[in-house]
């Protein structure tokens, strides 16, 4: 018997979930009968949201391997043929031979037969699971970073900024929603204004964002001590100075909102006991909004 499967990257078939229906062929012939045309035709009326995933299409033993071959995916295509658009039936397939390896019925008619495999629509929902197709999932490897860079201060002497590796490289794999503490990341007393200690870790959010073109990200400045419009309005200008500064680094505006919370969401309740509580509080973080 020679056996045709029009394959639909089926690794695996699961025997739950998929159902099959069969019409048969007479001796040699791969067109259907009137008989057995009415039959498929009133099959695919009652299955008109069900889907086709694959259709295998048999010869009996008699004939020459070859002679076989070519008639056994006559008689799939003869099905295909009145099938396509009547139909739901997955477009990526291919085909295979398994030549007259395959069992034969005791009873030829029944070997001259093609089989439709498909998904009832209650299940189609789970038709990559039934079918075993499994994702593939290309891991993502984080850029390499520099360690350091020297900067030229306007006096003309030399500075060697020192970077996170570590740092750079988690956000880079970062995944939608998560957020990172910029740290540390220090303002001059009561202003936006950024001290120069704290100008590594800028550097560093602008070296990931240079090296991660699809990546996205909302910086959101939290703030200390008492609830006032002032401490309100510094934790937003504190974000947007993080924000400015990327963009006057070439990083294109729409990848970089700003958000200020104030109070609202303290790591250590207010008032604060110590200042250890009050600089946890005062922070910036962005938060990751895409990462492709």
């Keep these: 018997m020679i056996r045709i499967l029009i394959l639909f990257f ?26 057995e045309k009415e039959k498929l035709f009133h099959w695919v009326q009652s299955h008109q949201k ?57 009873e030829k008619s029944k070997n001259r037969r093609v089989t439709i495999t498909y998904i009832l629509e209650k299940d189609l929902e789970r038709e990559n699971e039934i079918l075993g197709i499994i994702p593939i999932v290309k891991e993502k490897v984080a850029p390499k970073f520099p360690d350091a860079l020297a900067i030229k201060e306007m006096d003309g002497s030399e500075t060697i900024l020192e ?11 970062a995944k939608k929603g ?15 204004a950024i001290t120069k200690e704290s100008r590594p870790k800028l550097y560093e959010l602008l070296f990931v964002m240079q090296q991660n073109p ?14 006032s419009a ?8 504190r ?37 250890i509580q009050r600089a946890a509080n005062r922070r ?3 938060f990751i909004v895409e990462n492709p």
């Design 163 to 173: 970077f996170d590796i570590a740092f750079m490289q988690k956000v880079s794999l």
């Design 230 to 237: 002032k401490t309100f309005q510094l934790s937003k200008d």
């Design 239 to 275: 974000a947007k100075a993080i924000k400015q500064f990327l963009i006057a680094n070439g990083i294109k505006e729409e990848r970089v909102t700003f958000e200020g919370k104030g109070i609202q969401e303290p790591l250590f309740a207010i008032p604060e006991t110590d200042e």
């Design 50 to 106: 069900d889907k086709v995933v694959a259709m295998e299409g048999f010869t009996d033993e008699d004939g020459s391997i070859g002679y076989n071959d070519t008639l056994s995916k006559k008689r799939v295509q003869s099905v295909w043929n009145e099938l396509k658009d009547k139909i739901q039936i997955r477009e990526d397939f291919k085909t295979r031979s398994f030549g007259k390896l395959h069992q034969q019925d005791t």
């Design 178 to 192: 998560e957020t990172f503490l910029l740290e540390p990341l220090n303002f001059h007393w009561n202003t936006f």
């Design 10 to 35: 089926l690794i695996s078939y699961s025997a739950s979930a998929q159902e099959q229906f069969s019409v048969f062929f007479d001796s040699n012939q791969f067109n259907l009968s009137n008989t």
């Design 214 to 227: 699809n990546l996205r990200i909302k910086v959101i400045g939290h703030m200390c001590c008492n609830a």
């Design 284 to 286: 910036v973080e962005i």
